[in-house]
């Protein structure tokens, strides 16, 4: 059954100086970081989708792999796909996985049946699971491919689009509580526009509230006890889309009700695409309370669209868990790589090592988080930097007003003299770690 | 007194078919536009920032204006600025002029001065209004431009910082409202950061916050009838503004109780900046319920960096005053000209003819508005394609749950046939019209 | 066999005045504009490739558009789809049309197989043309779809795909020649990397020069009369294509001794991914005597990525069409519709309404064009700027040295004093005409 | 003379395990990689011009520094300011510094006075260098500031500016050449322009490409051995900058017959802002044997403006040494950090710190590039890819044609298989290093 991966070992940590490239140089699972193993930690999960289902396909040119389970429209060749996800997450030693309902089960144009397929092949995976495979980090809808959605899922004009969204989710709500899964999650690729001109911006906006109102509704119905993630992303393949950023989420999330109830999903590509760093999307959904989890796939900084690269820059991947550890770590999320190996990257143990590569990455990236922590330098240069907002006075002027303000600063002659922000010592610094 | 136009005259509108360039070609204040004067509708604002105390320089480059009032730190030449100024405003025939306390005054240093000489110099504008100068469409507080604000205004790490903010703003709403301004304006240049590394964005956020709030309470206290509007912009100055666009600011205001305090002004460059197009700013404003006021200046779409330049072209201009209506058009808030000609427009009448310019385009564009309002098709289409939403059933569904609408899409056996949107011929549509 | 534009009568000029969606209201063929007629100084072509070729498919989602030309495998429906392509073109009075290869004939496989579908189809065209059918603009061969050429075609770094391409490139050009087409295009979508890690750039280049040499050669042989043209783009769906911009293409042919053999197709979508305006790149290859053509298909300013839609912005096409007649207007090269209805537009009338909606766009930006050119303000203000080089001293100044000039700046205290660019007055005059 | 650096100490090299931050952690001058010590290899220079000459402004704010060398406007602080540069050269060991002249000396307006301050200041600087002092990387002329050239230096409307910046790069090649610098820099902020509207392409390339040719036929005349060096950037401070990017100077550079001539100085900032990478514009300009030195300072990918930032990611710095010592290492050019300390880093420790970090960041780099090479992992995967252009066949099909090579495809049945681009393979394999 492992003949995809024929030659592949199954990967083994052998620390920095292993020049093997189908090994772990710097995850360890077991190897234990602030008190926790470092699987623990990451919780690293493989996407279905770009791992699987993609074809190598771009705006220019078609499939460029050749995969035994192509073409992918009958249960046959959707079983053997399932095997062979499987081997390669056995392979990896990968914890988790997350699909999206079609990358698992043939498109079949109806309703009922794609839900029947849904139901038949995830039951597949529950014999897999049960038997050492991963666990299921998050399972979703895609509403974005097939033409139905071409005008959006909860925000089509078309009511009746609406009534197959909500049918869809629902199957795939199911199917994610059937196995454990530890999130739900929704993008909204669709759930946008084109152009204002054919646009009702506001009614739009309602009913995308309104369905992740029933998402909710129904996750407590069931019993659904993850977490019901919002992933943002600013444009491609909409002009706009709604999900713009977290503040942007979070935003909508006040107005609809629901900033308590649900989190968020954030991808690196998706931060550069809207205009942030990784770092500054995650710092800000901590801040605001709606840090969920995290897409670990990075985006060429050239190109003006979704590359979903697999992450290769060490500083940047501290960074972003440097704040994800300050922010207490990842809960019921984990590190998914919604990544896709380049389309000319055809072989076997391509996928494979870039896997191997991303997941070496993210643990030298947590280490030297956690070291910066356990350094305590950034920490105590931010407290040193803030120290003026914790004396009596500067608290009381918070619960005063602008003309008591002004009389002080006339009678103290208030003329604040700048002190330096030390940027580059900080980065410095940072670079001990990195 | 108006030696500095010496041989500009007053500007009239003469229709399209003039060749002056000191001439409205379409912009006539009293033609009636949609049963409103045409100046009502725009309410013209010219903006003393950019046309009187920018001097020329960029990053690369220093002063290139040679002007009488310069160097700008004294009262004797900050009044012959003034004169030189409401000139100008009266030989274009603004109804309305915007400035910040640091246009208008020189830099003292100490915040009692500052203070002083804004009183002084707002004191000699209202002599210059009451003898028939321009309305004042808002005030602010530069809160940028020296050292002192360097690391932030209200989100200093210096809580000495704030209160000199404090007092700075509460000054410049004093004068605004002394002056009859219709609105007072926020824009946070420098709230936001250089670096996570040395930022705490939990304290900086909850001090914007609770500062916003006492612009408001102090708004009510003395009585001030006018808008508070906040001024979005992503970045630059700062690598990332707390204000970055539309969205995001509403997102912050329902955080801190003011979604019904305070409204936004949009500027076209901004938007640009923020990866949006500004008809997308205006009609996302007008749907969240803040739409304020507009600054109407281009960036230029190639350049990353605010370029502040006069509107010049039609058919965007003409979207975006097509949302401002339909949105009821500007009430308090007003059409500010928050630019500059470039660093080469040495003379005086590059200023004026600017300014020309930039009115008839907006003009033209608003009749353009009109018109396609008047006419009704893009209204006509948007109702055509939500009309699936009119149904009593498509109305019950959003009252309704998972359950009983999957119940309906396998008993319907629902199965969305996608129509066009007709992206192209709306297009073709609003061209007939610009 | 008109049935698939069922109900869509032949566009006719109608004035400005008409309300008729499928009319011209600026487009008249026969109007004659500095001194000739409209049709003559437009040259317009329909492009096979996204009218017909392209199923609505985008990177996040698959076919929208229903044809009965699909799917396209097989010479009875490529059939079906030139009777098609030729009413269209007829429905337009388009007096040109474009094709790839792989846009006309099924994918074969085979290097033979392909040849002899391309000269069967090449052949019906044929006939279509003699029977009253448009002209060939330009032939061009499709190096990008097929997974063969996923690392690029002359810069491949295996020898067989540049054999492969040859011969690709000698049947679409033996078939341009064939059909009388005026020009022959070379995109190099895959000329170019994904990453430098495994580019050798200078073989790569060596190659792409060699073959384009060959091309000219063969050219040559065969007789054929038409222009060579290279099509910049910068990237997209390459991370880098070599044959970046303007500029960029025009140092390579000079390094491979071609800058007097091939001239330029400039797209004005690929202009703005590299940073440019369009008249940039128009002006740029005007000045260096390579301007050959121009894709009319504008860019979506705010999506990192192709979008190749309609042109819709007046303004935007007068400045091209001014500097193309400033440049002597189109030779054999004309005006392509690289451009593609969005993939909501599903219908027939979608298809031939874009289409009627950019003519006019041109058209009105012609006549802008030629209006300005007639009234000669921009011819005059450039020379009224530049007159100082006019002098017999400054143009001896351009044959002297150092030594000398600093002498003169010594002797004569030059010390120079600007003057204004009077950029917002030209773009006034400009809003003149548009 | 050291009291500005008061407590600042000669930085030290103490190895990785230091905490201290005034020491270098792995520049270790001495150090020998590939055959050369590590000085030799990164020849690193100081700017002056951000250093000292820079005040902290920006866009939106000014001065922020308070140096005793403000305000910068007579010949007794510019040498105050030379003893403290010269501090901190010495402090940094730095073996070479870099200038403008408007960096040294006062602007007097007077060609005459500005060329006698600078002879002065440049003698001051010789007994300086003399004694012990850096040597000088490269002298270049600021013609970029002073409001005369707002319009352009060589490319100036006003012939009188053109012999303005012939005088002036002769007195800065004079200084440079005195100085025994090892290159001369021109970088062309201002020739470029902001429109179309206003601009003659040719003549102004012309003139700008007559000036380059006087440069170097300047250069040939006074024995000056150093290599002329134009540094690319596509904009900022003007809208379109002639001098882009490496391909389109080199197309420049052919065209005037200067490529044998003339090298290029390549920045970080500005390839990121052309939208290439660093290792992009170094490889390019490798291939086409034009690589002369490197301004190594990182821009922000967020901001769309020079940030000139000081280097702190290894990993894109070693790709950029990888490609340096590739095309044989850095011969007369240099390492020269064009980057300033951000506005909010107030004080002397900032500006020391900020090179520390940069300098090792740099070692950093150089030894994972150098042991990359050493390795040889990448150049092996390089010869394997490209090995089928090894064959005599290969060699002949470039020599032959269009019509011959169709023959072999036919005969052959070619029909090419594609292999693998192994990208993540050789990313995994590079982060072995960094």
């Given at each position: 059954?492992?003949q995809?991966?024929?030659?592949i070992?199954k990967?083994?940590?052998?620390?920095?100086?292993?020049?093997?490239p189908?090994?772990?140089r710097?995850?360890?699972?077991d190897?234990?970081?602030?008190?926790?193993?470092?699987?623990?930690?990451l919780r690293?999960?493989?996407?279905?989708w770009?791992?699987?289902a993609?074809?190598?396909?771009d705006?220019f040119?078609?499939q460029?792999?050749?995969?035994?389970?192509?073409?992918?429209?009958?249960?046959?060749?959707?079983?053997?796909?399932a095997?062979?996800a499987?081997?390669?997450f056995d392979i990896l030693?990968?914890?988790y996985?997350?699909?999206h309902?079609?990358?698992?089960?043939p498109?079949?144009?109806?309703?009922a049946?794609?839900?029947?397929?849904?139901?038949?092949?995830?039951?597949?995976f529950a014999e897999?699971?049960?038997?050492?495979g991963?666990?299921?980090?998050?399972g979703?809808?895609?509403m974005?491919?097939?033409r139905r959605w071409?005008?959006?899922a909860?925000t089509?004009?078309?009511?009746?689009?609406?009534?197959?969204?909500?049918a869809?989710?629902?199957?795939?709500m199911d199917?994610?509580?059937?196995?454990?899964?530890?999130?739900?999650?929704?993008?909204?690729g669709?759930?946008?526009?084109?152009?204002?001109?054919?646009?009702?911006?506001?009614?739009?906006?309602?009913?995308?509230?309104?369905?992740?109102?029933?998402?909710v509704e129904?996750?407590?119905?069931?019993?659904?006890?993850?977490?019901?993630?919002?992933?943002?992303?600013?444009?491609?393949?909409?002009?706009?889309?709604?999900d713009?950023?977290?503040?942007?989420?979070?935003?909508?999330l006040q107005?609809?009700?629901?900033?308590?109830e649900?989190?968020?999903?954030?991808e690196?590509g998706?931060?550069?695409?809207a205009?942030?760093?990784?770092?500054?999307e995650?710092?800000?959904?901590?801040?605001?309370?709606?840090?969920?989890?995290?897409?670990m796939?990075?985006?060429d900084y050239?190109?003006?669209?979704?590359?979903?690269q697999?992450?290769?820059?060490?500083?940047e991947?501290?960074v972003?868990?440097y704040?994800i550890?300050?922010?207490?770590?990842?809960k019921?999320g984990?590190?998914?790589?919604?990544?896709?190996?380049?389309?000319?990257?055809?072989?076997?143990?391509d996928?494979?090592?870039a896997?191997?590569?991303?997941?070496?990455?993210c643990?030298?990236g947590?280490?030297a988080?956690?070291a910066?922590?356990?350094?305590?330098?950034?920490?105590?240069a931010?407290?040193?930097?803030?120290?003026?907002?914790?004396?009596?006075?500067a608290k009381a002027m918070?619960?005063?007003?602008?003309?008591?303000?002004?009389?002080?600063?006339?009678?103290?002659?208030?003329?604040?003299?700048?002190?330096?922000?030390r940027?580059?010592i900080?980065?410095?610094?940072?670079?001990?770690?990195?």
């Amino acid at each position: 059954m492992k003949q995809f991966f024929e030659g592949i070992p199954k990967i083994k940590y052998e620390g920095e100086d292993s020049r093997n490239p189908l090994a772990f140089r710097h995850y360890n699972p077991d190897e234990v970081v602030l008190g926790k193993r470092m699987e623990e930690h990451l919780r690293f999960a493989v996407a279905y989708w770009h791992s699987f289902a993609w074809e190598g396909g771009d705006p220019f040119g078609g499939q460029t792999f050749e995969r035994p389970w192509y073409p992918q429209d009958n249960m046959e060749r959707a079983k053997l796909k399932a095997d062979i996800a499987f081997d390669m997450f056995d392979i990896l030693g990968a914890p988790y996985f997350c699909f999206h309902d079609l990358d698992v089960r043939p498109e079949a144009g109806s309703f009922a049946e794609n839900r029947d397929t849904l139901n038949e092949i995830t039951d597949y995976f529950a014999e897999k699971m049960a038997a050492g495979g991963p666990k299921l980090l998050w399972g979703t809808a895609n509403m974005f491919t097939h033409r139905r959605w071409m005008s959006g899922a909860s925000t089509n004009p078309d009511p009746d689009v609406f009534a197959f969204a909500a049918a869809t989710v629902k199957s795939c709500m199911d199917a994610t509580h059937k196995l454990g899964g530890e999130n739900y999650v929704l993008w909204g690729g669709r759930e946008g526009y084109e152009t204002l001109l054919n646009t009702d911006l506001t009614s739009e906006l309602d009913h995308m509230g309104r369905f992740l109102n029933m998402v909710v509704e129904y996750k407590h119905k069931i019993g659904f006890k993850g977490a019901i993630l919002v992933e943002p992303k600013p444009q491609e393949p909409s002009k706009h889309q709604y999900d713009y950023d977290v503040a942007t989420c979070f935003g909508f999330l006040q107005k609809y009700g629901l900033e308590k109830e649900v989190q968020l999903n954030i991808e690196q590509g998706h931060a550069i695409l809207a205009g942030h760093s990784f770092e500054h999307e995650i710092a800000t959904a901590a801040s605001l309370g709606v840090l969920g989890s995290i897409d670990m796939n990075r985006n060429d900084y050239q190109s003006g669209w979704d590359t979903d690269q697999f992450p290769n820059n060490t500083p940047e991947v501290a960074v972003a868990y440097y704040h994800i550890l300050k922010a207490g770590g990842l809960k019921t999320g984990g590190t998914n790589f919604d990544a896709k190996v380049r389309r000319q990257s055809l072989d076997a143990e391509d996928l494979v090592a870039a896997h191997v590569g991303g997941m070496d990455i993210c643990a030298r990236g947590l280490k030297a988080a956690a070291a910066m922590l356990e350094d305590g330098g950034l920490e105590e240069a931010l407290s040193s930097r803030y120290e003026g907002w914790q004396t009596p006075e500067a608290k009381a002027m918070l619960g005063s007003d602008f003309e008591s303000i002004t009389k002080r600063v006339l009678a103290e002659e208030i003329a604040p003299d700048p002190r330096s922000g030390r940027q580059e010592i900080l980065e410095n610094y940072v670079n001990r770690f990195v």
